[in-house]
């Protein structure tokens, strides 16, 4: 089963002069299921909203505390293929399973498959 991810990523300003970036990912990737360890299709719908900060700058506790606001510390050029990637990883649930479907062995509960074969093809080059 082959996965298929598009994402769209624009980049503004906000009512502080803040630089924000929105990241809207749509797709279907396939994980393993925890049962079965057949492929479950998972229906990506990321839609985050990242306010950029220089690398290296200390966010206030304040800042760090408001959960309204998401930080994206950033050097000079933001690795985008990078950045979604992690995105992506962070939606994923972390242990999915079809809704219904047989035990043929006792599946290994602690086994997980590479996210990242599935998004190799993002970069172009397999990690
Ligand atoms: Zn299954």
Same mark, same amino acid.
């Given at each position: 089963?082959?996965?298929?991810? =598009? @994402?769209?990523?624009? %980049?503004?300003?906000? =009512? &502080? %002069?803040?630089? $924000?970036?929105?990241?809207?990912?749509?797709?279907?990737?396939?994980?393993?299921?925890? &049962?079965?360890?057949?492929?479950?299709?998972?229906?990506?719908?990321?839609?985050?909203?990242?306010?950029?900060?220089? !690398?290296?700058?200390?966010?206030?506790?304040? !800042?760090?505390?408001?959960?309204? &606001?998401? @930080?994206?510390?950033?050097?000079? !050029?933001?690795?985008?293929?990078?950045?979604?990637?992690?995105?992506?990883? $962070? =939606? $994923?649930?972390? *242990?999915?399973?079809? !809704?219904?479907?047989?035990?043929?062995? *006792? *599946?290994?509960?602690?086994?997980?498959?590479?996210? @990242?074969?599935?998004?190799?093809? $993002?970069? %172009?080059?397999?990690?």
């Amino acid at each position: 089963m082959e996965g298929e991810v =598009s @994402f769209r990523i624009e %980049g503004f300003k906000g =009512s &502080r %002069g803040e630089h $924000l970036l929105q990241l809207v990912v749509t797709g279907v990737l396939p994980l393993a299921c925890q &049962r079965c360890l057949k492929a479950v299709p998972y229906d990506l719908d990321v839609d985050n909203l990242l306010e950029l900060v220089p !690398e290296g700058v200390e966010l206030s506790q304040d !800042e760090l505390e408001d959960d309204t &606001r998401d @930080f994206l510390p950033v050097a000079k !050029e933001l690795d985008v293929a990078e950045f979604v990637e992690d995105e992506i990883l $962070l =939606s $994923l649930p972390v *242990a999915p399973r079809h !809704e219904k479907c047989g035990l043929p062995g *006792a *599946a290994d509960a602690g086994e997980r498959i590479n996210p @990242f074969v599935a998004l190799s093809g $993002l970069k %172009g080059k397999p990690n």
